[in-house]
């Protein structure tokens, strides 16, 4: 069982920025793929971004050129830097973490809300 705790979410003007935390319950070097999705209201939840074990990057369109993500495998820990932050941007974050062997398993966090004033 994998246990994941997002952290950094929290209310910023348009044009800020703000970094997101996924701390992990265990070695995230086992984990096959881990990213970060949204959910705004009315909305389905969408992929923002994700990385693999091997470091290989996957971008929304609407958040490229805005967003890193990036995995420190000695603290376990997901980050996702958001900058030049946009109303539009405003949703709750969810980390999710997959592992594919020996049998697929899919880990979700519990979310952190990200507000982005105009």
């Known amino acids: 069982q994998v246990q994941l705790v997002e952290s950094g979410g929290g209310l910023v003007q348009a044009g800020g920025s703000l970094r997101l935390s996924c701390a992990a319950s265990?070695?995230?070097?086992?984990?096959?793929?881990m990213g970060w999705y949204r959910q705004a209201p009315g909305k389905q939840r969408e992929l923002v971004a994700d990385i693999t074990r091997g470091g290989n990057t996957k971008y929304a369109e609407s958040v490229k050129g805005r967003f890193t993500i990036s995995r420190d495998n000695a603290k376990n820990t997901l980050y996702l830097q958001m900058n030049s932050l946009k109303p539009e941007d405003t949703a709750v974050y969810y980390c999710?973490?997959?592992?594919?062997?020996?049998?697929?398993?899919?880990?979700w966090g519990q979310g952190t809300q990200v507000t982005v004033s105009s």
């Open positions: 999710k973490a997959n592992s594919y062997f020996p049998r697929p398993m899919e880990y």
């Open positions: 265990v070695s995230i070097s086992t984990i096959d793929r």
